[in-house]
């Protein structure tokens, strides 16, 4: 037989266990109705009148504490899947299990409910058709051949290819050298370890001048007039001009690097969001 001391240790441990299975449920771990509501109240109530300490009749108030929040979220478990009109798969197998065949396809066919469309032709529909088709011109007059029309060819002038932007005023590596040279100023003037942030150099007030430095930027690095530096943990990009063009790359082999000029990075960049 147990004696007074160890019957109120088991019931301690007992208590001290039943709150650490209801702390899982509590915290929408584990199902609560994995937790067996009438056997823990079972243990609660023949401990109980072991409890003559404050801090025993304590641990007895926690465990109904948690105990009282485990029946809650049932109940909350209950009136969820009530609402919803949820049903337990479980139990919808053992319905089907026990209806037999001629019960089943009388309930399908009571819910099933197929959409069905009539399509026919009316004395009106026709009637309509036939004056459409009445309006209608002859073939001869509605696929008449329609002869090209003659434009006469010509000189363009450079000026005039200049004008139309389709040639620029300056020869190609007069413009690429100008810019290199701008581009060495610019670090001259705003940095202070000889180089300069992307966006800062190739944005312009236009989205069309931006796209255009973009790619005379391009121009430079290829040719070795600059290298650009990427930095991608910090999302920054620079770009460092050389005193000199390097001609010789030497054995490393040439990587893309894939810049986007987008209108909203220029937009973020005009707001001073984009580095």
Sequence with gaps: MQSKRTRKKL????????????????????????????????????????????EDLCLDAETVHHLASVIKLQSEWVKHRSTSLYTDPFLLEEKLTRVSKEEIVEIFLKAWHPTVELEQISLHSLAEATRYWKGLLPLDERWKAISPEKIETGLATREELIRQRILRDKTFSEELENFWQGLKKMVEEKSENGKIRYWDFVGAETYEETVHRAFMTSFLVTYGY?????????????????????????????????????????????RGELK
Excluded at 22 to 48: N, Q, T
């Design 11 to 54: 019931g301690r441990e007992k208590l001290q266990g039943i709150i650490e299975l209801c702390k899982p449920v509590e915290e929408r771990s584990l199902d609560p109705f994995l937790i067996d509501i009438d056997e823990v109240i079972s243990i609660i109530r023949e401990y109980f009148p072991e409890w003559k300490l404050p």
């Design 226 to 270: 600059a290298t650009l530096e990427i930095y991608p943990l910090e999302e920054e990009n620079f770009i460092k001009p050389y005193e000199k063009p390097v001609t010789k790359i030497g054995k490393k082999q040439l990587v893309s690097i894939p810049i986007a000029i987008t209108v909203e990075d220029w937009t973020k960049w005009k």
